[in-house]
């Protein structure tokens, strides 16, 4: 073929193949400028008061018009794929727009009652304005610190098993896949589990705080085996063996050499399964139920909790109704803050405190 | 299994204190863990049974345990099925944007950023379904109703709240979105590259190259993903008890009326409080109910990911 | 300090299979032995199964006796923990631990077996170990930094000093220069030759001209074919191996003619 390669017109040469290599294109600016043209349109119909739900719609319609002018322009194929383009890019949007406006929602709302008082009033006695959250931020600290001292060791030592111990077997395989299985649990089965189990040592109506820890246990056993099992299993198995050479007994080289190494790892899985779990309302509501008084003793009787704080506020707000759907919102920022933090610490932790220098 | 994976005797094995005190306690927390289980079941049972035989008489309701459940299954399986129908594209969709159409360096970041949803309590969710999503949904459903009003989902009438069963779906939506998402990613990005240039090679636009090589390749695992989402959205309580309006005992199709059934989970969360006597165990069997679906469910979908084993598994 | 190896129809399996046949080689005490041959005829395998870490691995057993000064390293009260705290190991690739520094490094046999110590003691060892290993110039001035943060040829000489701090019989090597560049290489062989002089070393090498540059015997290992059992082909003065053999199939591999 003796195609010369020198710039031309599109269409006008000889040949089909340069009707493929010159096709015709839409402007290097015409994605960026659909883009900005929906995004005005739907920022001026939202100012102007049609509801935030339409005028997303409208900027997504607009930005359909994208694959439409491609079709025209570029043909078939080309056009498909810029409205595959456009789809995938919206539904990131989409994805976005929750997180967005759940934060922005909580944050606008829940930052007018965070005060002093808010933090260190329980609401004990307390009609209408006023009170706090301190009983609830008692209980949620104390149930999910319960929670963490009964589920880390079990959680640890059965990664440990299945890692350094179980060498594949056919028990070790059963506990794997029942983890995995485990973690789909809903948790109002684990409060309904804790509940059933009370019942039988303590009788009809048990409400307890140990209660909610044992059923958050649940829910955070199988997160805590899974990432610590991947944790382990990061640990370079030279290190074991240089262990064993030096004369180290089996669990000391556990012990001392493989949970060191995987320390920080470990402790970001632990972090990020404390924020799972702190956030949990339907077994608390369940076992750990709710009250307005202080209460320090996991084993009697009912103790607050922030989620469940918070969604007994906005299910029964009393008269008037503001200050409590308030102060549910500033529960859910209190609540979203720890979480975030953990979530913060868990990244940190993860970041500085893994040892350097590891292949 | 054969005997050569039972530990042999060596000979001049000593095994020492620590040892065993170690590897005993590791043992038991795995074994542990499958007592819990059990466990789950077992004291679900217990408690469950009597509920299950308990006289319409003798409970809150006043209906016996089948009829009394089967609008709570119906309900359940609803939300959770319309929730799965709308997440699953848009997973799949965040997860092609991340993994492929946007930039490789930022990928990791709008991970991170989705993440952070599954960060986000439920009762904050709840909060914002009732508060945010539900009023800005009403305009929709009242044109729903006017314009596709002859489908039986949106037959109406339109409900004034928006505390519909649609709303819950897309709170329930938003939520398993994170998880199917984490796990569509991985599987996209574990798309073998060689096949991937192969179809950019053979002159494919980006689209064409991911319905040639990557979803073929992807297909089981997203797949598992819908699955998993659907275990999560199945069992996902505080969320569907806050935004919904619920009538008992209604079994209808339409999804954005004021009249919409409940689900297992959310009318545990409801009802508990006040339950006494027969009644809580008439709860405690619908959550048996409702972990014996769930259970299927994972089992099923986990099945689906061991089976392909170069999916490593997130979460 | 420094013991003779006597092993004498060692069979090596795991599981069911056997992976090494049949081997009877005497070791004297103080004095360098490497193993050569071809990749997977399992001179590691031997190498690791004279301090028991080869057990490491699941369904790994041995048929047939190890001496070491007359005593039965296989035998029914040997504790094979004890067994690694008289036989060192040096690995193919430096592995110092990352969560240590170089001075814990050093100590490690002994600070994970919770030994207690006096600081002056520690510190002896410390020097005594690094000045062995030829690393103590090096390092002195930075003992408390994290010992992954040295180059690999330094990494290995540490993984040498913790090897012999816990003053071992026998030290064992297994390809310890395969991951180095030729300095660092030329660098451990020269340690190898002054920690002759106390103790009894065992090499697994690659490379024909560092066995023999460092060794005063070498054992030649080979495949009795694919899927067989390696063999211990022959073994002798290393000046005698390399110039003379009596074998047709060492000669072959040491002219580089197979393998």
Same mark, same amino acid.
């Given at each position: 073929m003796t195609t010369t390669l020198s710039p031309q017109t599109p269409g006008s040469g000889p040949l089909d193949v340069q009707q493929e290599l010159y096709g015709a294109q839409l402007p290097s600016w015409g994605s960026k400028a659909v883009v900005g043209l929906a995004l005005v349109v739907g920022a001026a119909l939202y100012l102007t008061g049609t509801n935030l739900v339409l005028a997303a719609l409208a900027v997504w319609v607009v930005s359909l018009g994208l694959p439409v002018w491609s079709v025209v322009v570029e043909g078939r194929r080309k056009a498909t794929d810029r409205l595959v383009t456009v789809l995938v890019t919206s539904a990131f949007a989409l994805a976005m727009f929750p997180l967005v406006s759940i934060l922005y929602t909580v944050i606008s709302k829940g930052?007018?009652? /965070?005060s002093a008082e808010f933090f260190t009033?329980?609401?004990?006695?307390?009609?209408?304005e006023g009170g706090g959250i301190y009983q609830a931020l008692v209980g949620t600290l104390l149930i999910t610190g319960a929670a963490a001292v009964i589920s880390i060791p079990i959680g640890i030592f059965a990664a440990i098993y299945l890692?350094?111990?179980?060498?594949?077997n056919r028990l070790s395989r059963w506990i794997r896949f029942l983890v995995d299985v485990m973690t789909g649990i809903p948790s109002i089965v684990a409060g309904l589990f804790a509940y059933a189990l009370f019942v039988v040592f303590f009788g009809e109506g048990v409400r307890m705080g140990i209660g909610g820890s044992v059923a958050l246990s649940v829910l955070m056993i199988p997160v805590l085996v899974r990432s610590t099992e991947e944790m382990l299993k990061l640990v370079p198995n030279e290190l074991r063996e240089a262990s064993y050479a030096l004369g180290v007994p089996k669990w000391r080289t556990v012990a001392k050499v493989v949970l060191p190494t995987a320390l920080a790892g470990i402790v970001t899985g632990i972090t990020l399964a404390i924020a799972r779990v702190i956030g949990e309302t339907a077994p608390l509501l369940i076992i750990a139920g709710a009250t307005d008084s202080v209460n320090?003793? /996991?084993?009697d009787g009912r103790m607050a909790t922030l989620p469940v704080f918070a969604y007994q506020s906005i299910r029964?707000?009393?008269?008037?109704?503001e200050f409590s759907i308030d102060r549910a919102w500033g529960a859910a920022l209190t609540l979203l803050l720890i979480v975030m933090l953990l979530n913060l610490i868990a990244r940190l932790v993860s970041y500085f405190f893994s040892p350097k220098g590891e292949r | 299994m054969t005997s050569t994976l039972a530990p042999r005797r060596k000979r001049g094995t000593v095994v020492r204190a620590g040892d065993r005190i170690f590897s005993g306690l590791s043992t038991s927390a795995g074994i542990l863990i499958l007592l819990v289980l059990a466990g789950v079941a077992a004291f679900l049972t217990i408690e469950g049974v009597p509920g299950i035989l %308990?006289?319409?008489?003798?409970?809150?309701?006043?209906?016996? !345990?089948w009829p009394y459940v089967w609008p709570l299954v119906y309900g359940t399986l609803i939300a959770a099925t319309v929730a799965l129908i709308i997440a699953t594209p848009v997973a799949v969709g965040v997860a092609l944007f991340i993994s492929h159409y946007s930039p490789r360096k930022l990928g990791q970041i709008l991970g991170y950023l989705v993440d952070l949803l599954a960060a986000v309590p439920s009762v904050v969710y709840g909060l914002w379904g009732i508060q945010f999503l539900a009023p800005n949904m009403v305009p929709v459903y009242t044109w729903l109703e006017d314009n596709?009003? !002859?489908?039986p989902f949106f037959a109406?009438? %339109?409900? %004034? *709240?928006?505390? *519909?069963i649609m709303t819950a779906c897309i709170v329930l939506a938003v939520m398993i979105l994170p998880i199917m998402t984490a796990i569509c990613r991985e599987i996209f990005l574990q798309t073998p590259r060689l096949h991937e240039e192969a179809a950019l090679a053979l002159g494919a636009t980006r689209w064409e190259m991911a319905r040639l090589a990557i979803f073929p390749y992807a297909r089981s695992g997203i797949v598992s993903a819908a699955m998993l989402g659907l275990g999560r959205a199945l069992g996902e309580t505080l969320a569907v008890a806050m935004v919904l309006s619920v009538t008992a005992g209604t079994v209808t199709a339409?999804?954005?009326?004021?009249t919409n059934p409940s689900t297992i989970a959310a009318n545990i969360a409801l009802s508990f409080g006040e339950a006494s006597g027969k009644t809580v165990n008439v709860l405690i069997a619908s959550g048996l109910v409702l972990f014996v679906i769930t259970f299927l469910v994972n089992f099923a979908a986990r099945s689906v990911v061991d089976r392909r084993k170069e999916f490593s598994g997130a979460n | 300090m420094a013991k003779s190896i006597d092993v004498s129809d060692l069979n090596i399996y795991y599981g069911d299979f056997l992976?090494?046949? &049949?081997v009877t080689i005497p070791i004297a005490a103080k004095s360098v032995t490497a193993f050569i041959g071809?990749?997977?005829?399992?001179k590691s395998t031997f190498l690791r199964s004279l301090n028991r870490?080869?057990?490491?691995?699941?369904g790994a057993r041995v048929e047939g006796k190890v001496l070491i000064d007359g005593q039965d @390293?296989?035998?029914?009260?040997?504790d094979p923990v004890n067994v690694r705290r008289m036989i060192g190991m040096v690995f193919q690739r430096p592995n110092p631990?990352?969560?240590?520094s170089i001075y814990d490094n050093v100590l490690a046999g002994q600070k994970l077996n919770s030994k207690r110590m006096k600081k002056s003691e520690s510190d002896d060892i410390v020097e005594r170990s690094l000045r062995s290993a030829g690393l103590w110039a090096e390092v002195k001035d930075r003992?408390?930094?994290?010992?992954?943060? @040295?180059?690999g040829g330094q990494q290995q000489r540490l993984c040498i000093a913790r090897a012999i701090s816990v003053e071992p019989e026998i030290l064992l090597m297994d390809?310890?220069?395969?991951? @180095? &560049?030729p300095i660092s290489t030329s660098v451990i062989e020269d340690l190898i030759h002054e920690l002759k002089s106390q103790y009894t070393i065992v090499i697994v090498t690659h490379n024909m001209q560092q066995a023999a540059r460092v060794s005063d015997e070498t054992a030649f290992f080979n495949l009795s074919g694919v899927g067989k059992p390696g063999r211990l082909i022959e073994v002798g003065r290393t000046e005698t191996i390399f110039s003379?053999?009596?074998?047709p199939a060492t000669e072959a591999y040491i002219q580089g003619r197979f393998g």
């Open positions: 930052t007018k009652v /965070l009033y329980s609401m004990r006695n307390v009609v209408g890692v350094e111990y179980a060498d594949g320090f003793n /996991l084993f029964s707000p009393g008269i008037p109704p | %308990a006289n319409p008489d003798e409970v809150k309701s006043g209906q016996s !345990f596709l009003g !002859f489908v109406g009438p %339109a409900s %004034a *709240t928006g505390r *519909t339409n999804l954005i009326s004021s | 992976a090494v046949e &049949d071809p990749s997977g005829c399992g870490m080869h057990e490491v691995i699941r @390293l296989y035998g029914a009260d040997m631990f990352p969560t240590m003992l408390d930094r994290p010992g992954s943060g @040295l180059s390809e310890p220069c395969s991951a @180095l &560049d003379n053999p009596t074998d």
